[in-house]
């Protein structure tokens, strides 16, 4: 399963739940995620939860204009429990708004 999200962050805000509202935003059973994100300019930092656990914490995303390619721009992996919720975040410290580019691979175990 995967999961994609093209977003504009706004100049100097930190985004909601990216992944609200997607079909596996609560996981159906446990699974490892590997985790991909890019922004197209620098600036921006990503944070990702799963259940309880802060698997990426307001780490700044490198650059690019596509959705990550895998297994190369994989930011980090982790794992979640059956209904563990993924909370994905990216917060913009520029002054100007900034598209960025996110893919989760979820992998049941």
């Known amino acids: ?3 994609t999200d093209v ?3 706004a100049a100097n ?3 909601g739940n990216l992944l609200a509202g997607k079909n596996k935003e609560f996981l159906d059973e446990a ?3 590997q985790i991909g994100a890019v922004a197209a300019a620098v600036g921006v930092f990503c944070t990702v939860v799963v259940g309880t656990e802060v ?3 307001d780490q ?3 650059v690019g204009t596509t959705l990550p390619i895998f297994p190369d721009q994989i930011l980090a992996e982790g794992g979640g429990f059956a209904g563990d919720r993924v909370t994905l975040r990216m917060r913009n410290s520029t ?3 900034i598209i960025c580019y996110t893919k989760i691979n979820i992998s049941p175990v």
């Open 13 to 15: 805000t930190t985004s």
């Open 31 to 33: 699974s490892i995620l």
């Open 55 to 57: 698997i990426v914490d």
């Open 1 to 3: 399963m995967v999961m």
């Open 7 to 9: 977003t504009s962050v």
């Open 60 to 62: 700044q995303l490198g």
């Open 95 to 97: 002054g100007a708004a």
